[in-house]
């Protein structure tokens, strides 16, 4: 676990030096973070999405994963939650503002395949190195983040720890079921949601990213029933 809250940690200082930048930017400026941001994501989403063996699995776990998505309000209720906090913790900041920082940067450090290949490494061979990699990214980005979304970008610590915290601490019975198929697919649609934030920071579309959340599980069942769909998909 320490190198799960390293992880989180890191997160909150790239939040605090973010701040200073935060109180700063206005206008122009903010546009400016706002679309390298967004650019940055489509990059990033792009080379995740291209990491899937499974194109036909990914369309149709974006689409079903979207209705169910859509027709739980997935996105409402993770802004109610980032709404709660902010109420809670943090009452100066905008209220939008501060729930679409906490759930666009908890998408955005949990959906990788680093987090799922690190937190098995930590937890069954006590390896931290790609976490404590991947701590250092997501401070960066939390910097950067911060500096357009305000400190609501912090609160994604929170999901990092339960997140990662969960896998590291299951990893011993769930790292037998994550074979190559499991990564690359997850990894494709978890670009997606990524590429959907960057579109969002662009403000090219507005997309309710969260409520597509459940393609992520909707891909898993895709993947067990390879064997029987697998001849079909590559013919």
């Not at 194109?55 to 149709?60: C, E, F, R, S, T």
Request: aromatic fraction near 8%; proline fraction near 1%.
């Amino acid at each position: 676990m320490i190198a799960t809250v390293v992880n989180a940690a890191a997160v909150v200082i790239g939040t605090l030096i973010g701040l200073i930048f935060h109180a700063r930017i206005q206008g122009g400026f903010k546009t400016a973070v706002y679309n390298s941001i967004g650019i940055v994501s489509l990059i990033l989403g792009i080379s995740m999405a291209l990491e899937t063996q499974r194109v036909l699995y990914m369309a149709l776990s974006l689409v079903f994963g979207g209705i169910i998505g859509n027709a739980m309000h997935i996105e409402q209720g993770i802004l109610n939650m980032g709404e709660f906090l902010r109420k809670r913790f943090a009452k100066s900041e905008e209220g939008g503002e501060f729930a679409y920082g906490f759930l666009s940067a908890s998408v955005l450090f949990c959906v990788g395949a680093l987090a799922i290949i690190g937190s098995f490494k930590a937890g069954v061979e006590g390896n931290y190195e790609l976490l404590f990699t991947k701590s250092v990214m997501d401070g960066f980005m939390a910097v950067m983040l911060t500096g357009a979304m305000g400190v609501g970008v912090g609160f994604s610590a929170l999901t990092i720890l339960i997140y990662q915290g969960a896998l590291t601490l299951l990893s011993v019975w769930i790292r037998p079921l994550v074979t190559d198929l499991v990564l690359s697919e997850l990894t494709g649609v978890g670009g997606a949601l990524v590429i959907m934030i960057g579109i969002n920071l662009l403000a090219l579309k507005e997309i309710k990213t969260a409520n597509y959340i459940p393609s992520l599980v909707i891909v898993l069942i895709f993947v067990a029933l390879d064997p029987i769909l697998g001849s079909l998909v590559q013919m």
